[in-house]
């Protein structure tokens, strides 16, 4: 069977395809796992969320969240952890955090935001849209397809050296506004002379950005949480274009800093008082290896590190054994300007039933569908390594309809040039990838709704198939000699979002490879 022993008491849920493979449902599957191993409910004692900042939307238990760890709908969970590779705006931990408190999550007991956890703000996220608008009105390239949620801006001031960190908000307002002042204004000016913003597209930011909040928080204002005017940036606007209210700003950021005060702590030690304890600390990270700005393909990734070695650096702990979960869907999306090699037809009968399930946690927007690219995961686990492997949404693949491609499932096992020369793996050069064919094994669908079953033997003989040959290829890509690694498993099959639709007793590696 695939439930193997995690190798250490860390563990790492990671994205091995674009992002939007699942992963946050995958904390409460693996957090019951345990649970049930060791028979003790506190068992996972941290959950954290290693990379990125609230760009990363994900859905754990039917709760929609941004910047807050899966953890969230754990109650036996001790501590929801913020790691130092994260950027936070504070005020989205206060408009994620207070709405779900009211609907009986515990969170601010739980929260603990590392010092060193970087600081964004409003500045950020005007620079994430001046660049975006300096790439399209001024380069004339596509646009990046950036959330506009300050990520990028954030990191580079982490690069640059002008971060500002979380244990600011533990000393003085005035230490903190001597930071954050030139911090503004130095964001004015790269607005103005070096993005070469127009007055006008000053003025159209404010009103991107509150309307982006209106309607991401659109219930918390019905309910009455916050009023709507709390979600309104017109207020941070100067008395002229690229001029900011900076009192206004480092007010409200230093009000929100204290409110948080008491969850600002030293994330370190508390990864090293789990471990002591024998409990297990498991790291959630955001987008996947393929938007790593190191791996991926500029400008479709994001700042943060998407791989395994970030849990050390953003938990602060040294080099030890760390189990990785791979998180994948059984077909592929993708957002923004991606080159997507094994992209559906939109007129495929099943693109169109995909596409009604693909919209964006975090903006709402559509995502394109594809058929499964193995190259692009079995590179991820030929070069970032990975424990185990997780296939979501294979639920999703049941047949509908009259398909003309007479109802195969197609799998991308290898790329091809227009010489016809064959690619087992992805080139880390664009110019090549862009031009390049994927090459397809067709395999027979399914009509049985499978989301209520939970064994693996129940499953529909072709589904079984598939899955296993969407392993097997991974694993062809990727090669059968993995030097220290041992070859993963297939651990875990989601057959629909919520908890319970999952299938655990899956064949091992072995015997699943015979069904391929």
């Not at 931990?93 to 709405?99: C, I, S």
């Not at 002042?181 to 004015?188: G, K, S, V, W, Y």
């Not at 993995?482 to 590696?509: C, E, H």
Request: with cysteine; proline share 4%; aromatic share 10%.
């Amino acid at each position: 069977m695939a439930l193997t022993d995690f190798k250490g008491r860390l563990i790492a849920d990671i994205g091995i395809s674009m992002g939007d493979e699942g992963k946050g449902r995958l904390i409460y599957e693996v957090i019951d796992e345990l649970k049930n191993k060791t028979k003790r409910a506190d068992i996972a004692a941290i959950v954290m969320k290693v990379n990125g900042g609230a760009n990363s939307g994900h859905t754990a238990g039917g709760v929609k969240l941004n910047l807050l760890p899966a953890g969230v709908i754990e109650k036996d969970v001790e501590t929801l952890a913020i790691g130092a590779g994260v950027v936070a705006d504070p005020r989205k931990f206060l408009w994620e955090g207070v709405p779900l408190e009211q609907k009986g999550y515990k969170i601010f007991d739980r929260l603990l935001i590392d010092e060193r956890t970087l600081l964004s703000d409003v500045g950020h996220r005007l620079l994430d849209l001046a660049w975006e608008n300096y790439r399209v009105e001024v380069l004339k390239e596509e646009p990046r397809g950036s959330t506009g949620r300050g990520i990028t801006p954030s990191y580079m001031d982490e690069v640059g050296q002008f971060q500002i960190w979380y244990c600011d908000f533990l000393g003085t307002k005035e230490a903190f506004a001597a930071k954050m002042r030139p911090r503004l204004e130095r964001a004015c000016d790269t607005i103005k002379y070096v993005c070469k913003t127009s007055p006008e597209k000053w003025g159209e930011f404010f009103d991107i950005l509150t309307n982006a909040e209106l309607r991401a928080n659109a219930q918390t204002i019905e309910e009455g949480v916050f009023p709507k005017e709390e979600f309104d940036f017109h207020k941070f606007n100067g008395k002229s274009p690229f001029e900011l209210n900076f009192d206004c700003i480092i007010d409200t950021y230093w009000q929100a800093g204290q409110k948080l005060a008491k969850n600002i702590g030293d994330v370190r030690m508390a990864c090293l008082g789990a471990i002591s304890q024998g409990r297990y600390i498991v790291g959630e990270f955001g987008q996947s290896y393929w938007l790593d700005k190191r791996h991926g393909f500029p400008p479709n990734v994001t700042a943060s590190h998407t791989s395994s070695p970030e849990f050390f650096q953003s938990a602060g702990l040294p080099v030890q054994p760390l189990h990785i979960l791979g998180c994948c869907k059984a077909y592929d999306t993708k957002v923004g300007t991606h080159v997507f090699l094994t992209q559906m037809n939109d007129a495929h009968p099943l693109a169109v039933k995909l596409k009604k399930l693909e919209f964006g946690t975090s903006t709402g927007r559509q995502r394109m569908v594809g058929w499964f690219d193995a190259v692009e995961k079995g590179d991820a686990l030929r070069y970032a390594g990975y424990d185990d492997i997780v296939i979501n949404k294979l639920d999703a693949l049941s047949y509908e309809g009259d398909w003309r491609e007479g109802g195969e499932l197609l799998v991308c096992t290898s790329y091809k040039d227009a010489d016809g020369k064959i690619y087992k793996g992805v080139p880390r050069s664009d110019l090549i990838r862009k031009n390049l064919k994927p090459v397809y094994a067709q395999l027979p669908c399914w009509k049985e709704d499978i989301s209520k079953i939970r064994s693996f033997d129940k499953l529909p003989a072709e589904a079984k198939r598939y899955a296993a040959f969407c392993l097997k290829s991974i694993l062809d890509v990727a090669g059968r000699d993995f030097g220290l690694m041992k070859t993963p498993n297939l651990r875990y099959i989601g057959v629909g979002p919520m908890q319970s639709q999952i299938i655990r007793d899956i064949p091992s590696t072995e015997d699943l490879l015979k069904l391929a």
